[in-house]
T-cell receptor, first 114, second 117 residues
Framework: AQKVTQAQTEISVVEKEDVTLDCVYE???????LFWYKQPPSGELVFLIR??????QNEISGRYSWNFQKSTSSFNFTITASQVVDSAVYFC???????????FGTGTRLTVIP | GAVVSQHPSRVICKSGTSVKIECRSL??????MFWYRQFPKQSLMLMAT?????????EQGVEKDKFLINHASLTLSTLTVTSAHPEDSSFYIC?????????????FGPGTRLTVL
């Protein structure tokens, strides 16, 4: 069974602060993929990152960075110097190898206050 | 990048009527598409997998006769909510894997907000 847990339901930060969104997953598959998506108020899901289970290298993309730790089954997402435009719901998701469907966490609503 | 469209973006209907939602992959072919529903302030839940040329695969608890899925071509999947009721009001989102790779990135449509009165 697959499960993705995002324990933080809502987070509020002041603009320019750094914020980390937590994601913990459960799976019995040895090969799987992890994703982060952003859902702004418009509703459309925006792809942020995909990481396969064999690649534990952390990744940085501009103000975004991801910390994948297989030992703790976590795939945390950090936004540095947050901006108002970062306000959205962020979803962590898992896809078992060989399957295309995604198992989503419950999402974290991030509000960046100007 | 790959683009997935949905139509309509918003629909309001009376209880008892049927509503059809289209999902199209605009610049790539998709033998498989996925349908999700999202209740307000909740996560996305997979409803079914739409397969071109064969029957859809439904997740446990999803009524096949209520949510009819037809994958008419390699770029079009439709979801028909039959005899809609207020509890069917939700945000319906489709997705398709880009570039044809089974584990490639899922591209999501913009969603369809259904309101059943």
């Amino acid at each position: 069974a697959q499960k993705v847990t995002q324990a933080q339901t809502e987070i509020s930060v002041v603009e320019k602060e750094d914020v980390t969104l937590d994601c913990v997953y459960e799976t019995r598959d040895t090969t799987y993929y992890l994703f982060w998506y952003k859902q702004p108020p418009s509703g459309e899901l925006v792809f942020l990152i995909r990481r396969n289970s064999f690649d534990e290298q952390n990744e940085i993309s501009g103000r975004y960075s991801w910390n994948f730790q297989k030992s703790t089954s976590s795939f945390n997402f950090t936004i540095t110097a947050s901006q108002v435009v970062d306000s959205a719901v962020y979803f962590c998701a898992l896809s078992p190898d060989g399957a295309n469907n995604l198992f989503f966490g419950t999402g974290t609503r991030l509000t960046v206050i100007p | 990048g790959a683009v997935v469209s949905q139509h309509p973006s918003r629909v309001i209907c009376k209880s008892g009527t049927s509503v059809k939602i289209e999902c199209r992959s605009l610049d790539f072919q998709a033998t498989t598409m996925f349908w999700y529903r999202q209740f307000p302030k909740q996560s996305l839940m997979l409803m079914a997998t739409s397969n071109e040329g064969s029957k859809a695969t439904y997740e446990q608890g999803v009524e096949k006769d209520k949510f009819l899925i037809n994958h008419a071509s390699l770029t079009l999947s439709t979801l028909t909510v039959t005899s809609a009721h207020p509890e069917d009001s939700s945000f319906y989102i489709c997705s398709a894997p880009g570039l044809g790779s089974i584990t490639d990135t899922q591209y999501f449509g913009p969603g369809t907000r259904l309101t059943v009165l």
